[in-house]
């Protein structure tokens, strides 16, 4: 008999923008493996129903991408200490006896990200101000915490937001007003925007920046544009500027090795054919 051809999709509505297909495609190709990775646009009340008949469509596994980050968790077999504590899955993995287990590799991502482009950043050389308070922020704080950071500044527009992440993950977490966000950037070694401002066809952050010292890391997860207003002007104050395409390929790797049985390497290819 022959063996099935794997498959894996990412999961989301919408999911027409994804670059998901493209990163793995290229992977898929570029090592020579049978497979195929395909978009998959599911409502939240066909989620569980779809997932549930993936593995039987010959599926070993998907990303998830929103709205579904959190969902997705209620009907995974097994969910990794990871997810668990960030609170989200991102990427699933499909067993042959047909069970689903839920990982989330956006923190991984994140700071594989910061190390490839930004060598020399040091997590213990000052606080990191983390701007947002979403899925994303949660992923990035536990990453943040992991890599050895002492204190994060966490500012969101509703305060609310940050309070219960505080709440969560405890006292390495200082709660700052939104309207004070620009009087923190001059404690920070860190900056990382998570929120979705200064994305095409968004609103453009507004935190003014003049209080960014030379050196400083700033990173946006934002990588359309790929040069977000925050990195051009970042740069222009001599700051060292990491854009968030990184963050999208990285996060991309765990899983890929999962389900293909090889681990693809992130390089300057990649990023052109992920880009074109």
Known sequence: MMKRIPLAGVLGNPIAQSKSPKLHGYWLRKYGLLGHYVPVHVTEDDLESVVRAMPKM???GANVTLPHKIAVMQFADQITDRATLIGAANTLTFKEDGRIIADNTDGYGFMANLHQNAPDWDPKAGPAVVLGAGGAA????VALADAGVTEILLTNRTRAKSDALRAEFGARIRVVDWVQAGN??????????????????????R??????????????????????????????????????????????VPGFERWFGVRPQVDDETRRVVLG
Do not use: W
């Open 58 to 60: 010959g599926f070993v």
């Open 138 to 141: 949660r992923a990035i704080i």
């Open 184 to 205: 923190i950037l001059e404690e920070a070694a860190t900056v990382i925007n998570t929120t979705s401002l200064g994305m095409v066809g968004n609103a453009e952050l």
């Open 207 to 252: 935190v003014p920046l003049d209080g960014l010292r030379q050196g400083t890391l700033v990173t946006d997860i934002v990588y359309s544009p790929l040069r977000t207003k925050l990195l051009e002007d970042a740069d222009a104050m001599g700051c060292v500027t990491v854009d968030g395409l990184g963050m999208l390929l990285h996060q991309g």
